[in-house]
């Protein structure tokens, strides 16, 4: 092919190569965040709770009562994953209320029926909404905070500002970036992403103790970040629990709301002393 020919191939390659960069910048959070927007009805034993944000927001979340038998005094704070909405999320809240817990199901902007569009400071801006909606009833040191994919970043984030009684973090990714580089390994990701949720970093200053669950077998975050996550709770000085789930993938029942997943949280529960007491 002529030197002439050559060029021209050159300059069309990277004319594409920069449209494709350019586009996956602007709708990057269309690439993050995968909403379902319908409002769900509301499960047997959760009732609907309006949160405000401090940008002005009224968001409908869900709450579940403690089981009829055994009541903790304690809090979950529930921040969900980047797709659906808290229908999702229901198995998890009824077994951690069967476990004597109140569980928050928070639900974030954009998604199920609620107002906004998904950010970074959005979703942090809930999770505290969220948060001091628990603090009405119950002490820091009684709320557990539960981040699952990237509401571990979410609960992770929160942690910097409040201080709960512990963090379990499902399926946590060292940061957005990292995560988003295993699956977009052609574009810059890091250079490019303006929500960036950096849980390692994050947990240098987190005084509370982390369980860190996960799965050999998450096809979305790999287990090697997870097990990342749990190595940089260790080198903050904290109580660091892990559990490895047998599961099929990231959304597989048994890791977003099985036995195992429950057992961890109420093993950290335990651990700090928020126990089970007979009603």
Known sequence: MPWAGLLRLSIIVLIVGALVVLAAWIWQRALIYYPDTSTPPVPSGATEVTLHTADGLDLTAWEFAPGTSLDRESAVLVAPGNAGNRSGRAQLGTALAAEGFTVLLL???????????PSQDGLYADARAAWDHLRERFEADRILLFGESIGAGVATGLSTE????????????????DAGQEHYPLLPVKLMLRDRYPIVDDLASNGAPVTVIYSENDEIIPASQSKAVAEAAEAAGVLTMVVAVEAYGHNDPTLTGGRQVVDGVTALADELGLSAAPR
């Open 107 to 117: 639900e974030y902007r954009g998604y199920g029926g609620n107002p906004g569009f």
């Open 162 to 177: 409040v201080d709960p009684a512990g963090l379990v973090l499902r399926s946590p990714f060292t940061s957005l970036a």
